[in-house]
């Protein structure tokens, strides 16, 4: 059974950094999509940043491009999401995803959550001053 667990998540002030960690367990494929999605309250859940592998292909959503950074460790089945100049309208429950599958380098820009089959319990991000 493929497990997600997030963490790094917390309150920060706006323009400062956080760093969200997803370790990642019982993978069956070398072929994988990892990655970050984000809810807000009373909004609908939205894409933030994915890679796959083994390609490592990277897709980010516009409104995080230039601030936040996905990265894998392989050897610990772990993807990170570096988020930077953070601002209050990023406040929202981050949930990592995982699925297993190929996937081409064009499809990773069109990825909704319902391309993903397993999902993390979520941690909270709070942008606030």
């Known amino acids: 059974q493929l497990q997600l667990v997030e963490s790094g998540g917390g309150l920060v002030q706006p323009g400062g950094s956080l760093r969200l960690s997803c370790a990642a367990s019982?993978?069956?494929?070398?072929?994988?999509?990892i990655g970050w999605f984000r809810q807000a309250p009373g909004k609908e859940r939205e894409g933030v940043s994915w890679?796959?592998?083994?390609?490592?292909?990277?897709s980010y959503a516009d409104s995080v491009k230039g601030r936040f950074t996905i990265s894998i460790d392989n050897a610990k089945n772990t993807v990170y999401l570096q988020m930077n100049s953070l601002k209050p309208e990023d406040t929202a429950v981050y949930y990592c995803?995982?699925?297993?599958?190929?996937?081409?380098?064009?499809?990773?820009?069109?990825?909704?959550?319902?391309?993903?089959?397993?999902w993390g319990q979520g941690t909270q991000v709070t942008v606030s001053s």
């Open positions: 890679l796959n592998t083994p390609d490592e292909y990277i």
């Open positions: 995803a995982a699925d297993q599958r190929l996937v081409t380098q064009r499809a990773m820009g069109l990825l909704t959550p319902n391309d993903f089959a397993y």
């Open positions: 019982g993978f069956t494929s070398p072929y994988r999509i």
